[in-house]
Structures are given as structure tokens and as C-alpha cells.
């Protein structure tokens, strides 16, 4: 019995010592934990419990603060679900949804801030994608960036799922074509792969416009490479859209 308690007395200093490093392993387990606050309560509330006079160095009281930590570890960590498929929507105001498998709405992200203002106070988390671009388009058409003059939509989809993708292609742009109908524009849907690589990733940033962009006005200078980029990324979707149907340019994607 007498060997037992030394043992647990040798574990309880060790525990002692070493408390630093365990609660920043802690918070190694925490990334989610970005604000101090939320990370000096952590430690703060395990400190208590390790520091009270009721807390003896059985080994029962150190895997009540073992299941206690990953207790508390656990109320504040929130799992992000995966993006399934995106959708980038370029107009002029240009923005990203991210869809889980089923479709639905789990992230919608403004490239500007026109896309701001098309957003507005809506809350589209939780929504099926047709909804959502119902919406969105439909916002476009009422805050004056989608007209009989300016009617290009360019839709990019991204998806793992190759036939997923372009069913997705299919039905977003029978969906936009049939708003912008309901709303008396003959519209023009252009629709591409959305496939970022590096290369899109710093002309978007060089430029400040979408990668969605920066990707069309790529396979653009492809067939053209008389273009250059400065000039496409000044043109809006809609401007772009003309000179395609000008030079009659048939892009692979």
C-alpha cells in the first residue's frame, strides 16, 4: 500500500513539473483556438482544477482531469465540413459557394465588394444550391449589375466528382438562364471547369480579380495570345463574353 501512494506521489510531481508542457500540448490540439481569450480560459479552468486542495495525485483524480480536459477541449472545437463541389459566380460582383455532398450551401465567400452588396443580410448556410443562386442572381438583377445591356454570367464549377461537375455545369446554367428570363433579360451563360493552379492563383492576385477570371482570360490568350492579360482583365464578364462571340474564340473547357 505504502509502495502504491510513492508511486502515485512520483507520478503527481512529475505531473507537476511537467504542467507547462502539458498545457501546451493542450493547446497544440487547439487550432481552432485563434483568440487569447478563448485559450487562457482553457488553461485557466485546468489550472483550477490541478491547483484546488480537493484534487489529490491518485490516479483516479489524474483520468478525472484527463476526460475533464478533452471534455472541455471538445465544447470548443467545431468540425468544418469539406467542400464537395465550388461554384465561382462572376458578373461584375464576384463570389464563391462552397456546396457539401448534398448540394447544399456550406460556405459563400464575397471576392469584393459588390459582392457584399449582393449578399446583403442573407443567410445562405444551410441552403440548396438552386436556392441560393435563384437568390443571388436574382439580387443582381434588383441592385442594377445584371441588364438587357449587361447580361454575361460566367459560371465556374469545381468538383472530385467529374460527372457530378458537369451536371452541376447543366443545371446552374438552365437555373441562371431561367431567372434572368423570369426578370425579361436574354441573358448569355458562359460555363467552364474550374480548375486554380498557381498560375491563376498570382495573375487573380497581380490583377485583383476572381481566379475564376484570371482562369478564362488564360484559356482567352491561348487561342489569341495576341491579348495580353492587363488588357482582358480590364474588360468586364459581359465585355469578355463579346469579344469571344466577336472572334468567334470556342474555348475547350
Do not use: W
Not at 463541389?85 to 464575397?110: C, Y
Amino acid at each position: 500500500m505504502k509502495d502504491n501512494k510513492n508511486i502515485e506521489k512520483t507520478i503527481y510531481e512529475q505531473f507537476n513539473q511537467r504542467k507547462p508542457e502539458l498545457f501546451d500540448k493542450i493547446l497544440e490540439l487547439c487550432p481552432k483556438m485563434d483568440h487569447d481569450k478563448e485559450r487562457k480560459s482553457i488553461i485557466l479552468r485546468i489550472k483550477d482544477i490541478v491547483f484546488t486542495k480537493r484534487f489529490s495525485y491518485s490516479f483516479v483524480s489524474l483520468s478525472i482531469l484527463v476526460i475533464m480536459v478533452f471534455v472541455m477541449l471538445g465544447q470548443g472545437t467545431t468540425v468544418t465540413p469539406q467542400a464537395y463541389s465550388t461554384i465561382a459566380i462572376d458578373v461584375n460582383p464576384s463570389l464563391l459557394l462552397e456546396l457539401d455532398e448534398d448540394d447544399k450551401v456550406i460556405k459563400v465567400i464575397s471576392n469584393n465588394e459588390d459582392a457584399q452588396i449582393i449578399i446583403g443580410d442573407m443567410d445562405l448556410i444551410g441552403v440548396d444550391y438552386n436556392v441560393a443562386i435563384n437568390a443571388l442572381i436574382g439580387s443582381m438583377v434588383q441592385n442594377g449589375y445584371i441588364s438587357e445591356l449587361t447580361n454575361s454570367v460566367l459560371l465556374s464549377i469545381a468538383s472530385g466528382d467529374q460527372v457530378h461537375k458537369e451536371e452541376l455545369m447543366a443545371l446552374l446554367s438552365a437555373k441562371v438562364t431561367e431567372v434572368l428570363n423570369a426578370n425579361n433579360i436574354n441573358g448569355s451563360v458562359i460555363t467552364q471547369e474550374f480548375d486554380i493552379d498557381i498560375e491563376e492563383e498570382e495573375l487573380a492576385e497581380l490583377l485583383g480579380i476572381s481566379e475564376a477570371k484570371a482562369e478564362l482570360i488564360l484559356d482567352i490568350i491561348k487561342v489569341d495570345p495576341r491579348m495580353t492579360v492587363e488588357e482582358l482583365a480590364a474588360l468586364s464578364i459581359n465585355e469578355l463574353n463579346l469579344l469571344l462571340e466577336a472572334k468567334n474564340i470556342v474555348l475547350e473547357n
